[in-house]
Antibody, heavy 117, light 108 residues
Framework: EVQVVESGGGLVQPGGSLRLSCAAS????????MHWVRQAPGKGLVWVSR????????NYADSVKGRFTISRDNAKNTLYLQMNSLRVEDTAVYYC??????????WGQGTMVTVSS | SYELTQPPSVSVSPGQTARITCSAD??????TYWYQQRPGQAPVLLIY???GRPSGVPERISASRSGTTVTLTISGVQAEDEADYYC???????????FGGGTKLTVL
């Protein structure tokens, strides 16, 4: 079964850093755009960032630009999200998603990030 | 900033038809997508490129566009359809992906 599995979430203090990982399996990871989408507790979906198949094109939501960095290692079938200068409002479930450039096909189960002192 | 507006909630009785709208000041010439999120689960793609249905999505689920409004229609609503539904598109530049605020469908 095609799947993506996130890891790396946890509790971090405001101003801290965290790196999320997403392991992909059963599809040709290197052929696809990958995204991060987040969902604050009880709130809606918010797109965070995307990266093209060879890692040369990135886009970010304004709310994370300059603080978050998306990257990938196609040899390891893994997507990353480096999150720096974390804020309380970054608290959310972070989903790794495979898809075309502008939509979302395969979703992981998410990893929870809590930013709190 | 570009926004997609959905009603916060829609309620229907079993067997009836639910319609969930998604509107913007001016929908760009970009496709719209719909996702279903059941409680405690990850979202699932329901509709792609305005009206396409991925394999496994029943025919009673459809979508259409009219002007600046796109509508998700669920016919013969069942208890299992109770979920949050999100529309999604991209802004005019194509550089930013946008979700609607979500609509909670309640089956009475």
């Amino acid at each position: 079964e095609v799947q993506v599995v996130e890891s790396g979430g946890g509790l971090v203090q405001p101003g801290g850093s965290l790196r999320l990982s997403c392991a992909a399996s059963k599809f040709t990871f290197s052929n696809y755009w990958m995204h991060w989408v987040r969902q604050a507790p009880g709130k809606g979906l918010v797109w965070v960032s995307r990266l093209n198949s060879d890692g040369t094109t990135t886009n970010y939501a304004d709310s994370v630009k300059g603080r978050f960095t998306i990257s990938r290692d196609n040899a390891k079938n893994t997507l990353y999200l480096q999150m720096n200068s974390l804020r309380v409002e970054d608290t959310a479930v972070y989903y790794c998603v495979e898809g075309p450039m502008d939509s979302f096909d395969i979703w992981g189960q998410g990893t929870m990030v809590t930013v709190s002192s | 900033s570009y926004e997609l507006t959905q009603p916060p909630s829609v309620s229907v009785s079993p067997g009836q038809t639910a319609r969930i709208t998604c509107s913007a000041d001016a929908l760009p010439n970009q496709y719209t997508y719909w996702y279903q999120q059941r409680p405690g689960q990850a979202p699932v793609l329901l509709i792609y490129k305005d009206s396409g249905r991925p394999s496994g999505v029943p025919e009673r689920i459809s979508a259409s566009r009219s002007g600046t409004t796109v509508t998700l229609t669920i016919s013969g609503v069942q208890a299992e359809d109770e979920a949050d539904y999100y529309c999604q598109s991209t802004d005019r530049s194509g550089a930013s992906v946008v979700f609607g605020g979500g609509t909670k469908l309640t089956v009475l």
